[in-house]
Nanobody, 116 residues
Framework: QVRLVESGGGLVQPGGSLALSCTASTYIDIYGMGWHRQAPGKQREMVAFITRGGATHYGDFVQGRFTISRDNAKNATYLQMTSLKPEDSAVYYC???????????WGQGTHVPVSS
């Protein structure tokens, strides 16, 4: 079982920045890595995804404010968030997945409240 541990969450003011980290218990080079979020009363949604080859994809709401990256040597993926808005408030989850064989692993989440 792959264990994912998120860190870096915490209270941030609107307009501020925050960097999230996710460290895996195993090599991540075989996985696509992603960040998802879930706000109270809402469905979980994809924030950002980075493929094994480094291609990135973002949710429409990101609008250039967030950057996902990965460091396979450190078994880590990162989410740099800027220009945060109150509506970005959520629990942010790290995800590792691959198709063949099918695997889908999740972290426990880190809370990011955006408030003044």
């Amino acid at each position: 079982q792959v264990r994912l541990v998120e860190s870096g969450g915490g209270l941030v003011q609107p307009g501020g920045s925050l960097a999230l980290s996710c460290t895996a218990s195993t090599y991540i080079d075989i996985y696509g890595m992603g960040w998802h979020r879930q706000a109270p009363g809402k469905q979980r949604e994809m924030v950002a995804f980075i493929t094994r080859g480094g291609a990135t994809h973002y949710g429409d709401f990101v609008q250039g404010r967030f950057t996902i990256s990965r460091d396979n040597a450190k078994n880590a993926t990162y989410l740099q968030m800027t220009s945060l808005k109150p509506e970005d408030s959520a629990v942010y989850y790290c995800n590792a997945r691959r198709l063949l064989p099918e695997e889908d692993h999740w972290g426990q989440g880190t809370h990011v409240p955006v408030s003044s």
